[in-house]
Each structure stands twice: as C-alpha cells, then as structure tokens.
C-alpha cells in the first residue's frame, strides 16, 4: 500500500507580452498560482524504462537492460526532520543509480502521483 502525501506549493508564471512599439520592448506580467501536488512512494517500476534487450546467449530469451526515466522529477523524505524536502530533484543521464536504489530501499524517494500510471 503506498501512503499519500499533499504537498502545497506557490508557484509564480512569467506571462510575456508585446507591445506594438518600434523598439520591441516586452511588458512582463506576473501572475501566482497555487497547485497542489500528490505525492507517493516512489516503486522501481516508477523510475525505470527500457532501454534495450541484451542477447542472453543460445536458447535463452532475450534480458531486459533498463535505464532510469529521465526527467522525472522527485522529492526526498528528510531522515532527520521527517518532513518531505521542498525543493524537488530532477532524474537525468548523470544521476546516481545506486543512490536512487538506495532512496528506494529506504522508502524515502517520493514521485507526484500520475492519474495514468496509478491507482
């Protein structure tokens, strides 16, 4: 079973818009939004994709090789404070896998809750 949790965030948009004047000049407007986001439990299923089949010699099927989801972004559970840290974490090409494991096994790695992916 995986536990929810509501983070409530500000978020500020820079909305851009042109005046019709001969120098160009642009008119910033900016607006505020408040979201709210569900988080969850991050499973190994939610940070991982295929990346490629790998021959796994004769008579046997073909291995999976998997990679992390790049762009997908993550927030970490505060081991001293408990409290789910603000800033949230991007996965790309250069992030840790063993860390990312490791978050996992702790169960502190928090993903936003996808409508499509999960229940």
Do not use: C
């Not at 409530?8 to 120098?23: A, L, Q, W």
């Not at 160009?24 to 295929?50: M, V, Y």
């Not at 490629?52 to 073909?62: E, F, L, S």
């Amino acid at each position: 079973m995986r536990v929810l949790v509501i983070v409530v965030r500000n978020i500020k948009i820079v909305v851009s818009t042109v005046k019709n004047n001969t120098m160009g000049a642009e008119n910033l407007q900016l607006l505020e939004l408040k979201t709210e986001i569900t988080l969850i439990p991050a499973i190994p299923e939610d940070l991982k994709e295929l990346n490629y089949y790998r021959d796994a010699g004769p008579n046997k099927p073909k291995e999976k090789v998997m990679k992390l989801r790049a762009g997908i972004p993550y927030w970490l559970l505060s081991p001293i404070t408990h409290e789910i840290e603000p800033a949230p974490y991007l996965l790309n090409e250069r992030s840790d896998a063993k860390l990312i494991s490791q978050y996992l096994r702790d169960q502190t790695i928090f993903i936003a809750k996808d409508p499509f992916r999960h229940e």
